[in-house]
C-alpha cells in the first residue's frame, strides 16, 4: 500500500489565488522530504528539500516566496503555491527518503495543479 | 552537472516479448543508479537499484546491470506481461545525493 499521501490529487484554481498540497508519511517520520514538479514529457525536477524543524533549502532558479514549504511535524509537509499563475500549472510530487540511501525514496501519487 | 538520458516511449509489445530500455547518464565521480516504476494512478516506486560498476540489480524479473564503461543502465525483462504496462523512469544520485531523474518510458503491453 501507499506509504506517502498527497492531498489533493487535483485541483483547479483561479490566477491570483494560493494553492496548498499536503504531503504525509504514513506509519513513518520523516525529518526531510522532498518535493518535485513534473513537466509533461519532461522529467522530475527537484523543487526544494523540506527539512523539519528549520527552513527548506531551494534548488538554483526555484521561487521561495512563490513554493512556500512547510514541514510542519514529522509526518507532515505542505507546499503552498502563491499567487498562483497558468505557467505554475503542473503536476507536483513529494516523496520521503526511504532508509538512509538519498536515492531510495517513497513517492506521493503527485497533485495536478491546474490554473485559469 | 548530473543528466540523465532514456529513450523516448511510448514503448508498445505484445505480452511474453523481451523488453529493453535504454538509459546512459553523464555523472561526475561513481553515481549510485534506480529504476522507478509508475503504475497508473499510483506513486513511483522502487524498482532496481545498482550502487557500484557492473552490479546488476533485480527485481520482478526485470535487470539492469551498471556499466560504467559505457555509462549505461538498460533495463531489460524476457517476457513483459500486461501488468507491466507503466511510466518507467531511469535515475541516479550523483555527488549531491539527489535523484536525477530521465523523462521516463511508457510501457503498453497488449495480449
Known amino acids: 500500500g501507499a506509504v506517502v499521501s498527497q492531498h489533493p490529487s487535483r485541483v483547479i484554481c483561479k490566477s491570483g489565488t494560493s494553492v496548498k498540497i499536503e504531503c504525509r508519511s504514513l506509519?513513518?517520520?520523516?525529518?526531510?522530504m522532498f518535493w518535485y514538479r513534473q513537466f509533461p514529457k519532461k522529467s522530475l525536477m527537484l523543487m526544494a528539500t523540506?527539512?523539519?524543524?528549520?527552513?527548506?533549502?531551494?534548488e538554483q532558479g526555484v521561487e521561495k516566496d512563490k513554493f512556500l514549504i512547510n514541514h510542519a511535524s514529522l509526518t507532515l509537509s505542505t507546499l503552498t503555491v502563491t499567487s498562483a499563475h497558468p505557467e505554475d500549472s503542473s503536476f507536483y510530487i513529494c516523496?520521503?527518503?526511504?532508509?538512509?540511501?538519498?536515492?531510495?525514496?517513497?513517492f506521493g501519487p503527485g497533485t495536478r495543479l491546474t490554473v485559469l | 552537472g548530473d543528466s540523465v538520458t532514456q529513450m523516448e516511449g511510448p514503448v508498445t509489445l505484445s505480452e511474453e516479448a523481451f523488453l529493453t530500455i535504454n538509459c546512459t547518464y553523464t555523472a561526475t565521480g561513481y553515481p549510485s543508479l534506480f529504476w522507478y516504476v509508475q503504475y497508473p494512478g499510483e506513486g513511483l516506486q522502487l524498482l532496481l537499484k545498482?550502487?557500484?560498476?557492473?552490479d546488476k540489480g533485480s527485481n520482478k524479473g526485470f535487470e539492469a546491470t551498471y556499466r560504467k564503461e559505457t555509462t549505461s543502465f538498460h533495463l531489460e525483462k524476457g517476457s513483459v506481461q500486461v501488468s507491466d504496462s507503466a511510466v518507467y523512469f531511469c535515475?541516479?544520485?550523483?555527488?549531491?545525493?539527489?535523484?536525477?531523474f530521465g523523462t521516463g518510458t511508457r510501457l503498453q503491453v497488449t495480449l
Open positions: 506509519d513513518f517520520q520523516a525529518t526531510t
Open positions: 535515475a541516479l544520485t550523483g555527488t549531491a545525493s539527489k535523484l536525477t
Open positions: 545498482a550502487t557500484k560498476a557492473d
Open positions: 523540506s527539512n523539519e524543524g528549520s527552513k527548506a533549502t531551494y
Open positions: 516523496s520521503a527518503p526511504r532508509g538512509t540511501s538519498s536515492g531510495e525514496q517513497f
